[in-house]
């Protein structure tokens, strides 16, 4: 073998390793990159699938003047309240609400909301929670104002309620917002017991008032409210009340001792 020819091989075998070394370096490369890549991708992935956690909330709702021991049928709706707020502020489209995958749940003897939901959405609602923390003084001033406010329209109702009842001379009690209305009523106004009007109530607010004794008066159609203790009928309000005998009682606001009394029954199905 020539000079020539021994360094040809020498370099073509040189050649060979140097492609080799390249190309496993590659193949390394690419084999840790493709590992570190799906497993951060992968982590990633799992990061963004909905989990199960407790966030505390007892101090919350305690430090404003909720009972955290009460579910979510509660009265004061402490926990119904505090769930709202988190689905309408924390990533509104990803809750069960709207199809998306996270729930919400309350463990009130855990003093805590069990929340399904991703890392992200976690992490905001613990933020969340953080700043309404901050907030508790302000919170529970307001609810001790809506507390005095609350008892001081209770204590006037009941002497509204008190006077009504010395005047027509037996027990009345206050109406409720959801008192049922629907129907038609026969009105007198007290104190004399003859039927001058015809309330008839429908579902949906609507009211016709009718004169029972001047027939070419036309039929009133307008509309009516109802609230606690009151009624809002054609533009007026009226303190509502009810008797043991299921007559309705509606007196004029200003003038409970000696202002008009309309006392209406309900009508006989003929």
């Known amino acids: 073998m020539s000079v020539k020819t021994s360094k040809k091989f020498r370099f073509s075998i040189a050649l060979i390793l140097f492609l080799v070394a390249c190309v496993a370096g590659l193949l ?30 007892g101090d919350l709702l ?16 402490g926990w119904e309240s505090l769930i709202r707020v988190i689905q309408t502020t924390v990533a509104p489209q990803e809750w069960d609400l709207l199809g998306g995958p996270c729930t919400v749940a309350t463990a009130p003897f855990a003093e805590s909301l069990v929340v399904n939901a991703t890392s992200d959405t976690h992490q905001a609602i613990a933020n969340l929670l ?39 001379g037996h027990p009345v009690e206050a109406i409720q917002s959801r008192f049922n209305l629907n129907g038609e009523w026969n009105v007198a106004v007290a104190p004399s017991k003859i039927v001058t009007l015809s309330y008839r109530f429908q579902m949906e607010g609507a009211l016709s008032i009718e004169s029972l004794i001047d027939s070419k008066s036309p039929a009133i159609d307008t509309w009516y409210m109802v609230a606690a203790g009151s009624l809002v009928m054609n533009g007026k309000a009226y303190i509502a009340a009810t008797t043991q005998l299921g007559e309705l009682v509606l007196a004029d606001p200003q003038n409970i001792e000696n202002g008009v009394l309309q006392i209406a029954t309900p009508a006989k199905s003929p």
């Open 28 to 57: 390394g490369g690419y084999r840790l990159g493709f590992d570190q890549g799906y497993a951060s991708g992968n982590a990633k992935w799992e990061a963004e699938q909905p989990y199960p956690m407790a966030h505390p909330v």
């Open 62 to 77: 305690r430090q404003t003047a909720i009972d955290p021991t009460k579910n979510i049928d509660s009265p004061d709706l």
């Open 130 to 168: 953080t700043d309404l923390e901050t907030l508790k003084p302000a919170i529970a001033k307001e609810q001790e104002v809506l507390r005095q406010q609350r008892a001081a329209a209770a204590a006037y109702r009941a002497e509204q309620m008190a006077t009504l009842s010395e005047r027509i």
